[in-house]
């Protein structure tokens, strides 16, 4: 069944200063301080204690989040990456990935839907102005969350895709996306669109208050993984946004920026947290609730030496691609903080041997959770099947054939990966 929910007018909407802001009233809460790096680790261990124990349920009842989303947003969380100077956190790139994948362990829907949230305030540290940045920021710090509408279905031709349209009396939006990873949960859509300048095409990001005329969101998203981080579509019909909410895109790739590996290292570290959330099942299943192997002669499956074998190269290689995440965070916070074309590259292959190592571990993990377990661990009730289910929906995000071409091609050729927000 396909739900609508089309969006009220707001006129506070039509100015940003007057943007609808959770500190006049509209959060039941105002965002914890996170005070390091450190704390944020601790902090998201905490929540993704409270948020397992029915993410079977959410997963099977497809029941979206809203009261998990309210706490994690209420934890101080989804601020780790406003920088110190405008009152945030400001977290390493390898705290910020650390973060995830321990959300991501307990409910990998749960893990995903800021990904976009951290990823549109990265184009806008690269990109806005000091005004936009001030602005969002203290959006952010107040409680508010974003979504994304990047993704169109069919649609390479710009002409056809969703259009920023300037006038002298309006600017506005029309056009239609898909994927929309947290939009159904946001306070503010970053969207991409189309504006065309001087004859050519030019990509910008738009913040769109969700409560703006024109808006709908449509929770259509059906995967058989990650199912409820609200991945459906949102429409644009004449939806007027300020210039002020409009930030560079398409310019921000035609110089060295940390856009892309940012983008990356977020997936990979969803992906690193799906494959200890299997690996952890499949522990608890054996040691608990397995039947040894008649020919392993033992009176537990956790001694039948063949399954003490395949947990052990699982772990190796889960403890591997932990290795490679943490390295990766080192390589975009140098490139962050002295941006350029050689550092960015690096930091983009770093990025991309850590996600070419998580995609396999949490595929791995969760499909061989089942060999080690038996036949018990299928019934329905238990949901162990998601963790293969959302890694395989996950991962696809991305094909992992290209992260090896691009590594291949930087060591074996000297050839700087290219530039954009999938490597």
Same mark, same amino acid.
């Given at each position: 069944?396909?739900? $609508?929910?089309?969006?009220? =007018?707001?006129?506070?909407?039509?100015?940003?200063?007057?943007?609808?802001?959770?500190?006049?009233?509209?959060? =039941?809460?105002?965002?914890?301080?996170?005070?390091?790096?450190?704390?944020?680790?601790?902090?998201?261990?905490?929540?993704?204690?409270?948020?397992?124990?029915?993410?079977?349920?959410?997963?099977?009842?497809?029941? &979206?989040?809203?009261?998990?989303?309210?706490?994690?947003?209420?934890?101080?969380?989804?601020?780790?990456?406003?920088?110190?100077?405008?009152?945030? #956190?400001?977290? *390493?790139?390898?705290? @910020?990935?650390?973060?995830? /994948?321990?959300?991501?362990?307990?409910?990998?829907? &749960?893990?995903?839907?800021?990904?976009?949230?951290?990823?549109? &305030?990265?184009?806008?540290?690269?990109? %806005?102005?000091?005004?936009?940045?001030?602005?969002?920021?203290?959006?952010?710090?107040?409680?508010?969350?974003?979504?994304?509408?990047?993704?169109? +279905?069919?649609?390479?031709?710009?002409?056809?895709? *969703?259009? &920023?349209?300037?006038?002298?009396?309006?600017?506005? +939006?029309?056009?239609?996306?898909?994927?929309?990873?947290?939009?159904?949960?946001?306070?503010?859509? #970053?969207?991409?669109?189309? /504006?065309?300048?001087?004859?050519?095409?030019?990509?910008?990001?738009?913040?769109?208050?969700?409560?703006? #005329?024109?808006?709908?969101?449509?929770?259509?998203?059906?995967?058989? %993984?990650?199912?409820?981080?609200?991945?459906?579509?949102?429409?644009?019909?004449?939806?007027?946004?300020? #210039?002020?909410?409009?930030?560079?895109? %398409?310019?921000?790739?035609?110089?060295?920026?940390? +856009?892309?590996?940012?983008?990356? +290292?977020?997936?990979?570290?969803?992906?690193?947290?799906?494959?200890?959330?299997?690996?952890?099942?499949?522990?608890?299943?054996?040691?608990?609730?397995?039947?040894?192997?008649?020919? /392993?002669?033992?009176?537990?499956?956790?001694?039948?030496?063949?399954?003490?074998?395949?947990?052990?190269?699982?772990?190796?290689?889960?403890?591997?691609?932990?290795?490679?995440?943490?390295?990766?965070?080192?390589?975009?916070?140098?490139?962050?903080?002295?941006?350029?074309?050689?550092?960015?590259?690096?930091?983009?292959?770093?990025?991309?041997?850590?996600?070419?190592?998580?995609?396999?571990?949490?595929?791995?993990?969760?499909?061989? @959770?089942? $060999?080690?377990?038996?036949?018990? /661990?299928?019934?329905?009730?238990?949901?162990?099947?998601?963790?293969?289910?959302?890694?395989?929906?996950?991962? @696809?995000?991305?094909?992992?054939?290209?992260?090896?071409?691009?590594? %291949?091609?930087?060591? @074996?050729?000297?050839?700087?990966?290219?530039?954009?927000?999938?490597?």
């Amino acid at each position: 069944m396909t739900l $609508e929910f089309p969006v009220a =007018p707001d006129e506070s909407a039509t100015h940003a200063v007057s943007a609808p802001s959770p500190a006049q009233g509209d959060r =039941p809460y105002t965002p914890a301080r996170i005070e390091g790096d450190a704390h944020a680790v601790e902090v998201a261990k905490k929540l993704a204690a409270e948020f397992a124990p029915e993410a079977a349920l959410r997963d099977r009842e497809r029941r &979206l989040p809203w009261a998990e989303l309210d706490a994690y947003v209420a934890s101080g969380l989804w601020t780790i990456t406003v920088p110190r100077a405008y009152g945030g #956190p400001g977290v *390493t790139a390898g705290t @910020l990935a650390e973060v995830v /994948a321990t959300i991501s362990a307990a409910d990998g829907s &749960l893990g995903q839907i800021p990904q976009n949230h951290f990823y549109a &305030l990265e184009v806008l540290r690269v990109g %806005g102005t000091p005004a936009q940045q001030r602005f969002f920021y203290d959006r952010v710090l107040a409680g508010e969350r974003f979504g994304n509408a990047l993704a169109e +279905i069919g649609q390479k031709d710009f002409k056809r895709r *969703t259009r &920023l349209t300037r006038t002298f009396e309006r600017w506005q +939006i029309d056009g239609q996306k898909f994927y929309c990873t947290g939009a159904l949960y946001a306070d503010w859509i #970053p969207t991409l669109v189309v /504006a065309e300048e001087d004859g050519r095409d030019v990509t910008y990001l738009s913040f769109v208050p969700r409560h703006t #005329p024109g808006v709908t969101i449509v929770d259509d998203w059906d995967g058989f %993984g990650q199912r409820v981080t609200g991945s459906g579509s949102v429409r644009f019909e004449q939806v007027a946004v300020q #210039p002020e909410w409009v930030v560079p895109f %398409g310019a921000s790739f035609e110089r060295a920026t940390t +856009i892309g590996p940012f983008a990356q +290292i977020l997936h990979a570290a969803i992906d690193l947290g799906q494959a200890r959330g299997a690996f952890a099942a499949a522990l608890d299943f054996v040691r608990e609730r397995a039947r040894p192997w008649v020919d /392993a002669k033992v009176a537990r499956a956790a001694e039948d030496p063949l399954a003490i074998v395949q947990f052990g190269d699982l772990a190796a290689r889960l403890r591997g691609a932990e290795a490679l995440l943490r390295r990766a965070g080192r390589f975009v916070d140098a490139a962050q903080a002295n941006p350029g074309e050689q550092s960015v590259a690096e930091a983009s292959i770093a990025v991309a041997q850590a996600r070419a190592a998580t995609t396999a571990i949490s595929l791995d993990a969760g499909s061989r @959770l089942f $060999e080690l377990a038996g036949t018990a /661990a299928t019934l329905d009730d238990l949901g162990l099947d998601r963790f293969w289910r959302n890694a395989r929906t996950h991962t @696809l995000h991305d094909p992992v054939r290209w992260k090896y071409h691009a590594i %291949g091609n930087f060591y @074996l050729n000297g050839k700087l990966p290219p530039r954009h927000g999938a490597l």
